[in-house]
T-cell receptor, first 113, second 110 residues
């Protein structure tokens, strides 16, 4: 099956710093990638939809200046959490859409201290 | 109202039991439907797609009712390894938006 690689799987950073998360589709081209955030014991919440070569579409309540998304190629999308705060600590998951199904990266557990 | 709503959990069932999960969606432009399984602290994994004609994969049966905007998942002969959170997922027409339900937690006990 299709593989989506997300890196890093775990990161701890200091408050005020920025963290970049990469999402790669390894064996298919993904014109659309999705970024989700999941807090403990809650479901995935869509943050933004990223289309290759264009600006991401952010969900209501998600700060686009804080969560920078770049989708420069058909196989790579990045999410940068800028000026991270402890409340940004969460599980971030990307998803790349193939022909019909969506495939997920392994997720990134971000802890801001 | 949430765009995708699922049965509240958790469901606690003995091994061998049959358990059913329900999911409703509100957007009539919903195009594709899926059930995902998520184990604790892991990424969701596709369990099965849901087709209008209904589909079955071993012990799992999924059904879709477009008129009622309702999706179901039936698990027969539950195994301990079925313990997980089951997520109902809906993709809006055009594939540009995928919405997850809150998930239903299933505990299968010996």
């Amino acid at each position: 099956g299709a593989v989506v690689s997300q890196h890093p799987s775990r990161v701890i950073c200091k408050s005020g710093t920025s963290v970049k998360i990469e999402c790669r589709s390894l064996d298919f081209q993904a014109t659309t990638m999705f970024w989700y955030r999941q807090f403990p014991k809650q479901s995935l919440m869509l943050m933004a939809t990223s289309n290759e070569g264009s600006k991401a579409t952010y969900e209501q309540g998600v700060e686009k200046d804080k969560f920078l998304i770049n989708h420069a190629s058909l196989t790579l999308s990045t999410l940068t959490v800028t000026s991270a705060h402890p409340e940004d600590s969460s599980f971030y998951i990307c998803s790349a859409r193939g022909d019909r199904d969506a495939f997920f990266g392994q997720g990134t557990r971000l802890t801001v201290v | 109202r949430k765009e995708v709503e699922q049965d509240p959990g958790p469901f606690n069932v003995p091994e061998g039991a049959t358990v059913a999960f329900n999911c409703t969606y509100s957007n009539s432009a919903s195009q594709s439907f899926f059930w995902y399984r998520q184990d604790c602290r892991k990424e969701p994994k596709l369990l099965m797609s849901v087709y209008s004609s209904g589909n079955e994969d071993g012990r799992f049966t999924a059904q879709l009712n477009r008129a009622s905007q309702y999706i179901s998942l039936l698990i027969r002969d539950s195994k301990l390894s079925d313990s997980a959170t089951y997520l109902c997922v809906v993709t809006i027409t055009g594939g540009f938006k995928t919405i997850f339900g809150a998930g239903t937690r299933l505990f299968v006990k010996a």
